[in-house]
Nanobody
């Protein structure tokens, strides 16, 4: 497997939008996910997409964040709209071979990780 490389983070005001990208070559048969970790907090699952393209989201981002992939499953996107200050965190792309684990929101179920990209939302 190749590396997972995140990009697209930045600083926005509350209500703004960002699109994160995760370059993920040779991960076509993997469950892919986005996690985030704020200072002093545990890493938490944001969203995950199964190898069949089915996406799930944590409750706090439903209706605001959308997962997608390019046609070749080489890049995973996280479109983040209506951002809130509580979305501020380092965002990580992650992968695990096969279908997403039942407890997809736990980082323990993923064994490939990117280096992260910072998202900062100001009020």
């Amino acid at each position: 497997q190749g590396q997972l490389v995140e990009s697209g983070g930045g600083s926005v005001q509350s209500g703004g939008s960002l699109r994160l990208s995760c370059a993920a070559s040779r991960y076509g048969s993997y469950c892919m996910g986005w996690f985030r970790q704020a200072p002093g907090k545990d890493r938490e699952g944001v969203a995950a997409m199964d190898r069949d393209g089915v996406a799930t989201y944590t409750d706090s981002v439903k209706g605001r964040f959308t997962l997608s992939q390019d046609n070749n499953r080489q890049t995973l996107y996280l479109q983040m709209n209506s951002l809130k200050p509580e979305d501020t965190a380092m965002y990580y792309c992650a992968a695990v071979r096969g279908y997403c684990p039942g407890s997809w929101w736990s980082p323990n179920g993923f064994n490939y990780w990117g280096q992260g990209t910072q998202v900062t939302v100001s009020s």
